[in-house]
């Protein structure tokens, strides 16, 4: 389960960056570091763009009609596996909140050193677990 939220966390946060530096992208106040916050927020993005009909819901089709416009990071899940990795009541699709806890169980992951931050390395590291899992 945990790899699994790692490699869906990664699938919905990181494509809302796509075709940039995503850490740089991510790392708004520009320290060299992603923050809980930034993080969360590039979730919340993510959230946004792929909610197509804005009904606070994500559904697989709309996840996987999102991809070719947000997607960079290819995770060999399909949106109907990544939606119940994190899908608490088991209704099909992701709210907001299934979302953000999924990214927030991903930020944690990847935070090695639990400082509440994650550095270039970390997430590169992180970003590099993810893919060997494909």
Known sequence: MKKTLLLLGCALVLPAFAATDLFAK???NHDKHISA???AAAARAMFVAMDADKDGKVTAQEMTAAQ???SGVKSGLSSADKIKAVDA???GVLTAQEHEAGSRAMFER???NQDGR???AEYDAGHARL???Q
Do not use: F, Y
Request: avoid cysteine; glycine fraction near 4%; charge should be negative.
């Open 26 to 28: 991510m790392d708004a």
């Open 131 to 133: 893919m060997a899992k």
């Open 68 to 70: 070719p416009r947000v």
């Open 89 to 91: 009541d088991g209704d």
């Open 110 to 112: 990847m935070d090695r």
């Open 118 to 120: 994650l550095t270039r």
């Open 37 to 39: 916050a930034e993080h």
